[in-house]
């Protein structure tokens, strides 16, 4: 089997490289880096996936059994990959998110109507409003994410690639991915107050029960892996999340179990709470996913336990913390003043 991936030597590709060279899949990268000395068993590609037709006769020559693009960003991009690979490949998995159900929209309100019912399924209602977040969240995410363009939208890539009769695809709706390499660093500001010795955080009440999905890295590639491999994932859409719906509260618990702070977590009202704690949007609407049918259809279940995963991020958290700290979000006099 042959499998090109396209912008996979970010986060989550070099641990789905690793799973298909295991399944014994010839993996070809896709990318603009030169890196062809770095995986003796790995071919290499060089290019920009904004021109994939540049390079539509290596693509033939390799002709790929999967293609597997981790960078979709907007519907014209989808549409060129499935241009590009229109009889070439046999089928195309797109790497999608769970920001495509309406649940999204309403907890950031640009959408109408009452809370969506979860834990989320791939039937529940889609957004109807395009844009995914709020502006000034995602220029906040594309500077950690740079493929994310002015016109991201998740739900356009999912239409493109399942509208395709001559080319099958795959859609996984993917999580928060935590672990060694997360560019958002999602661990960080809990694991910075317990080892900078505070002996209480804080958590805004209606914020400390909202259930978000979450995956670690290892076991969402995983999840990509045994989609990549499965026939019986031609043309399927999936959830990809642990099973477990922890709330903010529970999650919060569970990285200072693990990362040994003895501390109290303490939960306060919304208007005693300093501003760098505040968040936007409406916290009654959870975002927790069902991953039952990848489990059902395809076998898939996480190959690293909660507590690895949590001891295995905390650890790289530690040694590599982001080039950049804002004080401003570490304000413990003003934290500190809440308590008082």
Known sequence: MRVLLIGGNGFIGPAVVQGLRRAGVEVTLFHRENRSGTDPDVNHILGDRNDLAAHAAAFRKLAPDVVIDFILSSGR??????????????????????????????????????????????????RTVS????????????????????????????????????????VLRLPFVYGPGDKNHRLFPMVKRMDDGRKVILLIEEW??????RGFV??????????????????????VAEPEHYSDLEWAR??????????????????????????????????????????????????????????????WERANPPAEIDPAQFDYAAEDACLD
């Open 77 to 126: 991009q989808a549409r060129s990959l499935m241009e590009a690979f229109r009889g070439v490949a046999g089928r195309v998995v797109a790497l999608s998110s769970i920001d495509v159900y309406r649940a999204c929209g309403i907890l950031h309100g640009s959408e109408p109507g009452p809370v969506q019912p979860t834990p989320l399924t791939e039937e529940s209602e889609l």
């Open 131 to 170: 844009r995914t977040c709020p502006e000034e969240v995602v220029k906040k995410a594309r500077k950690n994410l740079p493929w994310l363009d002015d016109e991201y939208d998740k739900i356009q890539v999912e239409q493109a690639v399942m509208s395709e009769s001559e080319l099958p695809g795959t």
């Open 208 to 213: 400390a029960q909202w259930v978000a999905p």
């Open 218 to 239: 290892e076991s969402v590639a995983a999840a990509i892996v045994a989609a990549t491999v499965a026939e019986r994932a031609r043309g399927r859409i999936y959830n």
């Open 254 to 315: 569970a990285i200072a179990r693990v990362a040994g702070w003895e501390g109290e977590i303490r939960i306060i009202p919304s208007e005693r709470a300093p501003q760098h704690l505040k968040r936007h949007g409406n916290p009654r609407q959870h975002w927790s996913a069902d991953s039952t049918r990848i489990r059902s259809e395809l076998g898939y279940s996480e190959p690293v336990a909660l507590n690895a995963a949590l001891r295995a991020t905390i650890a």
